[in-house]
């Protein structure tokens, strides 16, 4: 069964990094591009980052453009691990932070193949 497994979130301050990760787990999301979305409390789920299923390709939302960087293995089929890296994290990157496969033709915006979502995991940067 395919699965979404976010993780590596976590409490930091201003100006301070983290790594998030995500177990795509499943052979079905090798052929995928993936992105990275966030939802803040009372705002709508939105795109972050986005490459494509060779990680050749990648797409940023303007806002984490030169700050984070999104990159992927895809070593095991049945495993296929996304990262994003975020640096000089800002108050305003607090936000549960999901992984979904993304729309060959915009890679804002999710795949509609995939109905589901991971839990999802917490970034909360404190000013």
């Known amino acids: 069964q395919a699965q979404l497994v976010e993780s590596g979130g976590g409490l930091v301050q201003a100006g301070e990094s983290l790594r998030l990760s995500c177990a795509a787990m499943s052979a079905l999301f090798s052929s995928y591009a993936m992105g990275w979305f966030r939802e803040a409390p009372g705002n709508e789920r939105e795109f972050v980052a986005a490459i494509s299923w060779h990680g050749r390709t990648t797409r940023y939302a303007e806002s984490v453009k030169d700050r984070f960087t999104i990159s992927r293995d895809n070593t095991n089929n049945a495993k296929h691990m996304v990262y994003l890296q975020m640096n000089d994290l800002q108050p305003e990157d607090t936000a549960v932070y999901y992984c979904?496969?993304?729309?060959?033709?915009?890679?804002?915006?999710?795949?509609?193949?995939?109905?589901?979502w991971g839990r999802g995991t917490q970034v909360t940067v404190s000013a």
């Open positions: 979904h496969p993304v729309r060959s033709g915009n890679y804002e915006e999710p795949s509609g193949d995939f109905d589901f």
